[in-house]
């Protein structure tokens, strides 16, 4: 199974079209799985007109989106179990308030987003993931996004690109 993970989209309603360097690299992903920061419902149309798409809410999402996809999920594909968070929170470090959130169910892997920065880590035989962000950068020099791959072992690989036209 080929996934495309993204976070952090910050797009408005008005907002037409994703990121071509996007679009051609989630091209034949199976499943997108978005980290949170939506921030317009509209985006969901145009990530699930690549491929289907599971998500949990950020902490710039409103009501709709909260109610749509939550705050906090583990999702089971085929044998690996992917625990799913925004990672918004007081105290510690993003990815560690993801790995504290998933600490009792031992998930494979944990997805996060929030911090726009792209990460990659195994932390006690937990995949711990944040794809970047595909469209609001900050301070990192590229936008980015991921693609997990699950087979008899997990790949995992960011991706970047500069232009989000």
């Known amino acids: ?7 952090d989209t910050h797009l408005s309603a008005h907002v037409s079209k994703l ?15 978005h980290a949170g920061d939506w921030v317009s419902e509209h985006i969901v149309d145009l ?3 690549i491929a289907p798409c599971e998500s949990v809410a950020g902490n710039n999402d409103g ?10 999920k583990i999702l089971t594909l085929g044998d690996y179990r992917i625990g799913l968070i925004h990672g918004d929170g007081f105290r510690k470090t993003t990815e560690e308030r993801a790995r504290e ?6 998930p494979d892997i944990v997805i996060f987003g929030h911090s726009h ?3 990659m880590q195994t932390v006690e035989g937990i995949l711990m993931f944040n794809p970047g962000s595909p469209t609001d950068k900050r301070r990192q020099p590229k936008y980015s996004y991921g693609i997990i791959e699950l087979g008899e072992t997990i790949q995992a690989e960011h991706f970047y690109y500069e232009s989000k036209v």
């Not at 009501?63 to 906090?72: A, D, K, N, P, Q």
């Not at 959130?101 to 031992?106: H, N, Y």
Request: no cysteine; glycine share 10%; charged share 20%.
């Open 1 to 7: 199974m080929r996934i495309g993970v993204i976070s």
């Open 19 to 33: 990121p071509d360097a996007l679009v051609l690299g989630l091209q034949g992903v199976d499943l997108i799985i």
């Open 47 to 49: 990530v699930e007109a």
């Open 63 to 72: 009501s709709s989106i909260i109610e749509r996809f939550g705050l906090r």
């Open 101 to 106: 959130a998933f600490q009792a169910d031992r």
């Open 117 to 119: 920065i792209p990460f």
